[in-house]
């Protein structure tokens, strides 16, 4: 009886002990589980968050801010383009102004006056503040009468612009590369182009001064269309809430959903951004990863979020 006791105790030093080094637990079905819970999917990679903020008697003028967040450590390198007056990207469209690999963004999709007489635009780094780079698009083209009219990123090809002179429109690398035609937009009386591409191919299109009506179908300020990358899509905001999703209680936010994984909102609390997270098939958002310092300027307010691809 002595032995059998001895036995039991020794056995339970060692489970104690075995428990106590935090790594492993078994659960009765015999499976083993980690004690400490898994980080969402997402914490660890880079976000890329803009912040717009007015200023001026009728809000005219904008600057854009970009943050680009790592979750996991609140760590921010930001990123803030010149203060514009009048931008003409507004909406979704805004997402074409940054490059598809986050390492970069255009003031607007209308250069400014100065780099349409030149033939030029003007390329911010979102990695290091204060460093930006030029492209020259009649370089690139081999027209030394071209005028960037209006530019916009590729977002589905990194270091890739969209530029259209007039009707005509070229697909220009930024790394000095050569740059390739890429059409003509459709010429008919009534139908402009005024500077429309598409959120999700940066395809421009031209639209019924009448109507709005498009062509390509299914573009301008009545489409309802999600902006999609392979990584997912970002989430339409109303006031801190999130279409068809439960209360975020994120004030002032905006956010993404993972393809196949969880929804991810970054919400501007004060001067800080807080990450939450909501996983699928749960209705609770979580706090995610740890805030940011003191990023959000007063009258500044979130307008979209992209994970890095």
């Known amino acids: 009886m002595v032995r059998h006791a001895t036995g039991l105790t020794a056995f339970a030093v060692v489970a104690t002990l075995l428990a106590g080094c935090g790594q492993q637990v078994a659960d009765p079905s015999g499976k083993t589980a980690s004690k400490a819970a898994a980080a969402p999917e997402g914490a660890d990679r880079p976000w890329l968050l803009r912040l717009d903020s007015y200023s001026g008697e009728d809000g005219e003028t904008m600057q854009a801010t970009y943050l680009t967040i790592t979750p996991t450590t609140g760590e921010v390198v930001e990123v803030s383009t010149p203060r514009l007056e009048g931008p003409e990207a507004s909406g979704n469209e805004r997402t074409l102004l940054v490059d598809a690999d986050h390492s970069s963004a255009l003031l607007d999709s209308r250069p400014t006056k100065k780099e349409r007489a030149a033939g030029r635009v003007t390329l ?98 009545t489409s309802t269309r999600a902006v999609v990358r392979t990584t997912g899509k970002v989430v339409p905001s109303d006031n801190g ?16 959903a993972l393809a196949d994984g ?48």
């Open 124 to 221: 911010y780094d979102l990695t290091q503040p204060g460093r930006t780079s030029t492209v020259d698009v009649r370089k690139a083209t081999g027209d030394q009468d071209l005028t960037p009219d209006w530019v916009v990123f590729d977002p589905t090809k990194p270091d890739t612009l969209r530029v259209v002179d007039g009707l005509t429109v070229w697909v220009v690398p930024t790394d000095g590369g050569k740059a390739t035609k890429e059409g003509v937009l459709p010429s008919r009386p009534g139908w402009i182009f005024a500077g429309g591409f598409n959120q999700n191919d940066g395809l421009p299109f031209i639209e019924d001064i009448d109507s709005f009506q498009t062509i390509p179908k299914g573009n301008g300020e």
């Open 262 to 309: 969880p929804t991810w909102a970054f919400c501007a609390k004060q001067k800080r951004i807080q990450a939450r997270v909501l996983e699928p098939g749960t209705s609770r958002w979580e706090d995610a990863g740890k805030p940011t310092g003191d990023v959000v300027a007063p009258n500044a307010e979130p307008t979209f979020v992209l994970p890095a691809p």
């Open 241 to 256: 809430g999130f279409a068809g999703l439960p209360e975020a209680h994120c004030g002032l936010g905006t956010a993404f």
